[in-house]
């Protein structure tokens, strides 16, 4: 385990480094995910060993600390990620970003582009969501007020989202999983699809192939964004389909 500090006030993110050649690989994980535990199989199969891994766990979870006085929001997530990655001397990644990590790791490629040299994202966060209450995910815990979040709202997702998914959400800061789930549901100005779009590095956006292609894919492609289906998979793809994912992804990083 690594950790550098991110915050004027000294708080750290922390980071599990598989040891290989570089350019480093970045891993991102999701909203109440923790990337050790999301990435670590993926990391370590066999088309995608070999390389600088850095499974890192975003400010406000898993391994990280949890600073009640952090914003959350998609930038502050961004840049203390490259506060990090400065700190573990990295420049010029791969930085493969699932779900709420994928719309980080575009927020990155955008404000830290030196950073950042290929993306993959794996059925990112690109546009504004409606939260709706009783749902899991971004869109239920953006329905709550924070006052409502801390006085219960927790115990109610957490009864919502599965043992699976809570065994790492727990992990996360309370206010650090509301605020990001807010932020990430109201997106960023411009989104992150507009980002993407705008952005030169290779881009690669895997999705879930019986979900159907994402919203905007016939745009995503025209931009020069490779839109690729892995089959066998839900949202969690590198979970549901290690070796579809592994394929897809060693694909991506080689083009």
């Known amino acids: 385990m690594r950790h550098a500090p991110v915050t004027p006030d000294g708080h750290r993110i922390r980071w599990v480094e598989l040891p290989g050649t570089g350019p480093a690989r970045v891993y991102?994980?999701?909203?109440?995910?923790?990337?050790?535990?999301?990435?670590?199989?993926?990391?370590?199969?066999?088309?995608?060993?070999?390389r600088r891994s850095l499974l890192l766990d975003l400010l406000g979870f898993?391994?990280?600390?949890?600073?009640?006085?952090?914003?959350?929001?998609?930038e502050d997530h961004a840049d203390a990620v490259a506060a990090a990655l400065r700190a573990a001397g990295v420049a010029g990644a791969e930085v493969v970003g699932h779900s709420m990590g994928g719309a980080v790791a575009i927020?990155?490629?955008?404000?830290?582009?030196?950073?950042?040299?290929?993306?993959?994202?794996?059925?990112?966060?690109?546009?504004?969501?409606?939260?709706?209450?009783q749902r899991p995910g971004s869109s239920g815990i953006a329905s709550y007020t924070e006052e409502e979040f801390l006085a219960g709202g927790r115990d109610e997702v957490a009864e919502r989202v599965g043992p699976f998914w809570w065994a790492t959400m727990r992990l996360a800061g309370p206010e650090a999983l509301h605020r990001s789930a807010v932020h990430l549901?109201?997106?960023?100005?411009?989104?992150?699809?507009?980002?993407l779009l705008d952005l030169s590095v290779?881009?690669?956006?895997?999705?879930?192939?019986?979900d159907g292609?994402?919203?905007?894919?016939?745009?995503?492609?025209?931009?020069g964004v490779r839109v690729v289906a892995v089959p066998e998979s839900g949202h969690n793809v590198m979970l549901d389909n290690p070796d579809g994912f592994a394929a897809a992804a060693a694909q991506a990083l080689a083009g």
């Open 213 to 223: 292609e994402p919203r905007g894919a016939v745009e995503l492609r025209a931009e």
């Open 107 to 133: 927020v990155l490629a955008r404000r830290h582009p030196e950073l950042v040299a290929k993306l993959v994202l794996v059925d990112a966060n690109l546009d504004p969501i409606a939260p709706v209450a």
């Open 202 to 210: 290779p881009r690669t956006f895997l999705y879930p192939q019986p």
């Open 28 to 50: 991102l994980h999701g909203l109440g995910a923790s990337s050790p535990v999301y990435f670590a199989a993926a990391a370590a199969h066999p088309l995608l060993a070999g």
């Open 62 to 74: 898993g391994i990280s600390d949890r600073p009640a006085d952090f914003r959350y929001a998609l």
């Open 185 to 195: 549901a109201r997106a960023t100005v411009p989104t992150m699809r507009e980002m």
